[in-house]
C-alpha cells in the first residue's frame, strides 16, 4: 500500500519485479492517487482501509500480508487493527508510525522542513516543492531534471492536488483520536525503517516497536530515509 509522493509503479517497482514471481501481489492505487478517483466527500483513513479489504474481497485475497509505506503503513494499521483484522496474516510498515504519532509530532517535522505545515511538504505545487520532497524521500536524491519535475507534477499531482490535501488533512488533524480508534493489534509486525529518516525519525520507530510489544520487530536500513523500498530495496526485499 502506497504512500504519498508517487505512483505504486514507480514505488513498489523493485518489490513487484523480486517477489511477483513466488507471491500473488496486489498493488492498489489508493483513492486519489494515479488513476484512482471516487465522488464520495470522505477523506478519511477510514475509507482508504475499506477500498483495500474490499479489493482484497473482490480479487479473492481471503488472507494476505500487508506491506504499507508511510502513508500507506497508516491505512494497512487500520485495516489490520480495526477494518478486516480476519484478513491480514502479517503486518509490514515502512517507515510508519500511525500507533504513536502525535500532534506534536506533525508540528515538529513541519518546522525540520521550514514549511507552514505538513500538507505544504507531501502536496507539492512548483518544481522546487517537489524537489525538496525527493530531497525527503532519498538519503541521497537521485538526479532529477526540471523536465520531468514539471511531467510529474502534470500527471501525478494536478488531477488530485485538492484531494491529497484533504486526505492529509484528515489524518493530521486528530492523530491522538486516530490512536483512540485503533484495536490492539493481533498480527506479528514487522517495523522496517530508513537510518537518516527525517519524516518519522527513528524515535518514532522505536515508540512504535514499544507500542507492539512481542508482537514487533524492527529492522533498521543504512544509508536510506524516507523510502528504504526505493533506495535500498535489495535489503527491504530480502526482510
Known sequence: ????????????????????????LLVPELLHFGQSSSSSARFDLGVQAELVRDLMHHE?????????VSYGGFVSYLLAST??????????????????MTTADAQAMAKRFGAKNVVEVFVPDTVDDLRRLLSIGYHRPPPAPDGVLREVLAREYEPHR??????????????????ERLEPLRTPTLLIWGEHDEVFPLELARRQL??????????VIDRAAHAPNMERWEEVNDL
Open 210 to 219: 514499544d507500542a507492539l510489544g512481542e508482537l514487533g520487530r524492527l529492522e
Open 83 to 100: 477494518v478486516a483484522p480476519w484478513r491480514v496474516e502479517g503486518l509490514v510498515l515502512i517507515d510508519s508510525p500511525p500507533a504513536v
Open 162 to 179: 485538492c484531494q491529497q490535501r484533504a486526505l492529509l488533512e484528515s489524518m493530521l488533524a486528530d492523530p491522538e483520536g486516530l490512536r
Open 60 to 68: 479473492g485475497f481471503e488472507r494476505a500480508t500487508l506491506v504499507g
Open 1 to 24: 500500500v502506497h504512500g504519498f509522493g508517487a505512483v505504486p509503479s514507480w514505488q513498489w517497482a523493485r518489490q513487484v519485479e523480486a517477489l511477483a514471481p513466488h507471491h500473488r
